[in-house]
Structures are given as structure tokens and as C-alpha cells.
């Protein structure tokens, strides 16, 4: 292994003090986490970037495949070192250049001398350096704009350090450097990419699923604890609010104008992931709307339904065009899973022709027969939680069982 250490580029970082503080503990904790079976990890926080230690070839294959995934980190680069002398500085440049060798390539020497007593200038070092790997392989070239591989040399105090590879990041911002909001995930396509999308803007997230057995199964609920648990492979723990829904569901069948159920269904859904988001401590909530995909998503249904509280309703995809949530839901790995055909609560009481076009007084007015809050603060009692991703059983512990 030539690589000593990865190099960290942080994402977009707030410049105010107190804040880049917090967002480089943030990404530290959250690498520590994403690796936790690798630990011990040795990580050194600068304000500019952040290094951890390769201590073997196993720890650097594990770094670099998830590494891509941590939110926080605009780029990321494998750094090598050796002593500083020009023989070694050669022989290092030889090495790091073999690993794109074998295609033909442009390629160009960047110095950067934090050590300044350091006998060779930048443009010595980049003579040496380029002559040497020029002569080494022939299908390697100069160009000093754009090149495909920049070998970038850094004389620091204690030694040479050089890498020639940096890899994109996630972007975005450490989990838990924006809060926490509660997610109302169904087992469809959107609302699993709205909670990506929030993660990486920093934010932690708790989600909360209604589910109305027997008219929906098992099955729909593995779903949504399946897109739970792919969500965690972000970096974070997800607990999951699991809300039995069923009397209610059937409450406002039998009390409230069918074309007007759905409406108030999606009321109550808010009032209740309202209360669970009291409770959590969570500041907002966060939806998979996306402006005029379906009835309940026009504007007028957006406002009759948000008419049960003033606290923020975050819908990341409220713009956005279903094709390229998709492409998202694909990148995320969420895909497959959301598109398994089982039932989902609203479905099976969706009415034939819901209202487009819902008046509050109206709607508000059909509701106000029944005593919703009862029904309400039940529900939110009666909720599952389940902390994800859940300990696997392992074949040692069934057999203790045994
Ligand atoms: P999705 O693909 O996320 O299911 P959708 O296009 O099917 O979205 P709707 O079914 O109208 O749209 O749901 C809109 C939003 O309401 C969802 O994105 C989700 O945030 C929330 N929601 C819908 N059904 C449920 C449910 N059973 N449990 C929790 N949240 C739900
Ligand atoms: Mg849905």
C-alpha cells in the first residue's frame, strides 16, 4: 500500500466559526459511524480538510467505497508519502502514475511548499517530477490545462506528500448539522428520495408510516421498513413511527363525502405526524409531494391539508418532475423497492373522483361531527417504533437459541 492517508475537501461549509466547528465534529462523528466496523479509525480534523490514517489494504478498499456516500465531503484523494529527496520523490511519482497507466492520458505536476526552506522551487520539482514519469511511460503526455490526471506534490514539514486522484463526494452537508425532521414515508417512489435529499442538506430524519391492517399486509409494511433501512446507509440511524390507521381510515369513510375523504384522510395524517413530531423534538416535516402529480397534490389540496397546522412541511420535491425523481430513486438504490406492487393504505380508500379543488370550510365543516381527537391521540399511543438498520440475528446467535 502506498497510500498513507485520504485527504478530505469538506462540502459546502458555512464560514461562520461557530458553525464550521460543528460541521467538521459532525462529519468526523458521522465517519465514525459509517465505518464502526472498522474502527479504530484514525481522523485529524484541520479547518480546511480532514485526513484519516490507512493503517492496511483492507481499511483503504472499505474508505474508498463508502467514502462516496457520506454527506459533507466535496471530494476526497488517496495520499502517498516518502522522504524528502529527489530520488524518492521520483520513485513515489512512479508509483502513483503506474495506477493510470494503462491508458493513454494527459497528466501535469502541481507543487504546492508549505515548507519553504526546502532546497527545490516549484518549477524544479516540476521539472524533475514530469521528466521522470515521461520517460517512465509513453503513453503519458503534458498539458498544463485541463490534463486528465493532476499529480499534485506537497513539501510539508515532516515529508513529500503526493496524490494523483481525487474522487467526487457526496456533497451536501453532515447529518445532524441541520436538525431533525419527522418524514411521512409510504411505500412509494417519492417520499424515500424527499428524505435523502433532506438528509443531505444536514438534516436528521425520523420517519413516520400510517398503515391500516388487514386492508393493507405485512408485506407493504417490510416494504417501508426495507426503504427505511436503505436510507440508514447514508450514515445515519432511522427510527420509524409505524401508526395503526385503520379505524380512522374507516371512521371518515362512513362519516365524510367520498369525493372529499381523501382530503380529510390527509389531514388527519398531518395531525397525527404533527403530535409524533412534538413529541420527537423534531422541527418539521417532510413530505414527497410534488406539485400536481395527483388529486391531493394541487395547490388547493396542498392548502386544505396544511390548513391543520403552521409547523414547516419541507417537500424537496414539490418541483421537481417524476421522471427525475425516479433517476434519483435509482442513483439511491430505492428504486426497486417502491415499485413492489403492494398495497398502500391510501390506495385502497382512494375514491373514485377525489376533489381537486378542496374548500377548507367545507372539508372542516364535514369533519367537525366526529371527535377525530380521541381517535387522534390514540393513535399516536398505540405507534410501533423501530430503531433501523435492525441487528441482524447471526447465525452464532440462533444457534445460542438452539
Ligand atoms: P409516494 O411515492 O411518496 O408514495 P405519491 O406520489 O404516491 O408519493 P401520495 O401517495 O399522494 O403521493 O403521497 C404524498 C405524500 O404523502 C407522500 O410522499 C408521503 O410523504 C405522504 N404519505 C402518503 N401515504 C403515506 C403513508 N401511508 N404513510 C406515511 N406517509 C404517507
Ligand atoms: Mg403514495
Redesign the pocket.
Given at each position: 500500500m502506498i497510500f498513507k492517508e485520504i485527504l478530505i475537501r469538506y462540502g459546502e461549509l458555512s464560514t461562520k466559526g461557530r458553525n464550521k466547528n460543528d460541521f467538521i465534529r459532525r462529519l468526523r462523528e458521522n465517519i465514525r459511524y459509517s465505518f464502526h466496523d472498522i474502527l479504530p479509525l484514525n481522523i485529524r480534523a484541520e479547518r480546511d480538510r480532514m485526513f484519516i490514517e490507512i493503517e492496511n489494504d483492507e481499511k483503504y478498499q472499505v474508505l474508498m467505497e463508502r467514502l462516496p456516500e457520506i454527506f459533507g465531503i466535496q471530494s476526497f484523494s488517496p495520499v502517498a508519502s516518502c522522504n524528502k529527496n529527489m530520488d524518492d520523490m521520483k520513485q513515489l511519482a512512479i508509483e502513483i502514475m503506474a495506477q493510470h497507466s494503462n491508458q493513454p492520458l494527459t497528466f501535469k505536476v502541481e507543487v504546492r511548499r508549505t515548507d519553504k526552506t526546502f532546497p527545490y522551487d516549484t518549477h524544479m520539482i516540476q521539472r524533475e517530477l514530469g521528466g521522470t514519469v515521461l520517460s517512465k511511460y509513453q503513453n503519458i503526455s503534458v498539458q498544463v490545462k485541463n490534463p486528465d490526471v493532476e499529480l499534485r506534490v506537497e513539501v510539508r514539514h515532516d515529508a513529500i506528500y503526493m496524490m494523483g486522484q481525487i474522487v467526487p463526494g457526496a456533497g451536501g452537508m453532515p447529518i445532524g448539522s441541520n436538525g431533525k425532521s419527522l418524514?411521512?414515508?409510504?411505500?412509494?417512489?417519492?417520499?424515500?428520495?424527499?428524505g435523502y435529499l433532506m438528509m443531505k442538506r444536514g438534516v436528521r430524519i425520523e420517519a413516520?408510516?400510517?398503515?391500516s391492517p388487514p386492508y393493507t399486509s405485512e408485506h407493504s409494511l417490510q416494504k417501508?421498513k426495507d426503504l427505511a433501512n436503505e436510507l440508514t446507509k447514508f450514515g445515519a440511524k432511522i427510527r420509524l413511527h409505524i401508526?395503526p390507521?385503520t379505524e380512522i381510515q374507516v371512521l371518515i369513510k362512513e362519516r365524510v363525502p367520498e369525493n372529499m375523504t381523501m382530503t380529510t384522510t390527509?389531514r388527519m395524517?398531518l395531525r397525527i405526524?404533527d403530535k409524533v413530531r412534538e413529541e420527537i423534538g423534531a422541527l418539521a416535516i417532510?413530505?414527497?409531494?410534488?406539485l400536481g402529480?395527483?388529486a391531493?397534490?394541487t395547490l388547493e389540496s396542498l392548502t386544505a391539508i396544511n390548513d391543520v397546522t403552521s409547523t414547516p412541511i419541507l417537500r424537496p420535491?414539490i418541483a421537481a418532475d417524476k421522471l427525475d425523481i425516479i433517476h434519483i430513486a435509482e442513483r439511491i438504490g430505492t428504486y426497486e423497492t417502491?415499485v413492489l406492487p403492494y398495497e398502500?393504505?391510501?390506495?385502497i380508500f382512494t375514491p373514485a373522483r377525489p376533489k381537486t379543488k378542496p374548500k377548507i370550510e367545507k372539508v372542516a365543516h364535514y369533519e367537525s361531527f366526529t371527535d377525530f381527537d380521541e381517535l387522534i391521540e390514540r393513535a399516536v399511543r398505540n405507534r410501533e417504533t423501530h430503531l433501523l438498520p435492525e441487528k441482524k440475528v447471526t447465525a452464532d446467535k440462533f444457534a445460542d437459541l438452539l
Amino acid at each position: 500500500m502506498i497510500f498513507k492517508e485520504i485527504l478530505i475537501r469538506y462540502g459546502e461549509l458555512s464560514t461562520k466559526g461557530r458553525n464550521k466547528n460543528d460541521f467538521i465534529r459532525r462529519l468526523r462523528e458521522n465517519i465514525r459511524y459509517s465505518f464502526h466496523d472498522i474502527l479504530p479509525l484514525n481522523i485529524r480534523a484541520e479547518r480546511d480538510r480532514m485526513f484519516i490514517e490507512i493503517e492496511n489494504d483492507e481499511k483503504y478498499q472499505v474508505l474508498m467505497e463508502r467514502l462516496p456516500e457520506i454527506f459533507g465531503i466535496q471530494s476526497f484523494s488517496p495520499v502517498a508519502s516518502c522522504n524528502k529527496n529527489m530520488d524518492d520523490m521520483k520513485q513515489l511519482a512512479i508509483e502513483i502514475m503506474a495506477q493510470h497507466s494503462n491508458q493513454p492520458l494527459t497528466f501535469k505536476v502541481e507543487v504546492r511548499r508549505t515548507d519553504k526552506t526546502f532546497p527545490y522551487d516549484t518549477h524544479m520539482i516540476q521539472r524533475e517530477l514530469g521528466g521522470t514519469v515521461l520517460s517512465k511511460y509513453q503513453n503519458i503526455s503534458v498539458q498544463v490545462k485541463n490534463p486528465d490526471v493532476e499529480l499534485r506534490v506537497e513539501v510539508r514539514h515532516d515529508a513529500i506528500y503526493m496524490m494523483g486522484q481525487i474522487v467526487p463526494g457526496a456533497g451536501g452537508m453532515p447529518i445532524g448539522s441541520n436538525g431533525k425532521s419527522l418524514l411521512m414515508l409510504s411505500g412509494g417512489i417519492d417520499s424515500p428520495v424527499a428524505g435523502y435529499l433532506m438528509m443531505k442538506r444536514g438534516v436528521r430524519i425520523e420517519a413516520i408510516h400510517f398503515y391500516s391492517p388487514p386492508y393493507t399486509s405485512e408485506h407493504s409494511l417490510q416494504k417501508v421498513k426495507d426503504l427505511a433501512n436503505e436510507l440508514t446507509k447514508f450514515g445515519a440511524k432511522i427510527r420509524l413511527h409505524i401508526i395503526p390507521f385503520t379505524e380512522i381510515q374507516v371512521l371518515i369513510k362512513e362519516r365524510v363525502p367520498e369525493n372529499m375523504t381523501m382530503t380529510t384522510t390527509r389531514r388527519m395524517m398531518l395531525r397525527i405526524a404533527d403530535k409524533v413530531r412534538e413529541e420527537i423534538g423534531a422541527l418539521a416535516i417532510v413530505t414527497g409531494e410534488s406539485l400536481g402529480q395527483v388529486a391531493s397534490q394541487t395547490l388547493e389540496s396542498l392548502t386544505a391539508i396544511n390548513d391543520v397546522t403552521s409547523t414547516p412541511i419541507l417537500r424537496p420535491l414539490i418541483a421537481a418532475d417524476k421522471l427525475d425523481i425516479i433517476h434519483i430513486a435509482e442513483r439511491i438504490g430505492t428504486y426497486e423497492t417502491s415499485v413492489l406492487p403492494y398495497e398502500d393504505c391510501c390506495t385502497i380508500f382512494t375514491p373514485a373522483r377525489p376533489k381537486t379543488k378542496p374548500k377548507i370550510e367545507k372539508v372542516a365543516h364535514y369533519e367537525s361531527f366526529t371527535d377525530f381527537d380521541e381517535l387522534i391521540e390514540r393513535a399516536v399511543r398505540n405507534r410501533e417504533t423501530h430503531l433501523l438498520p435492525e441487528k441482524k440475528v447471526t447465525a452464532d446467535k440462533f444457534a445460542d437459541l438452539l
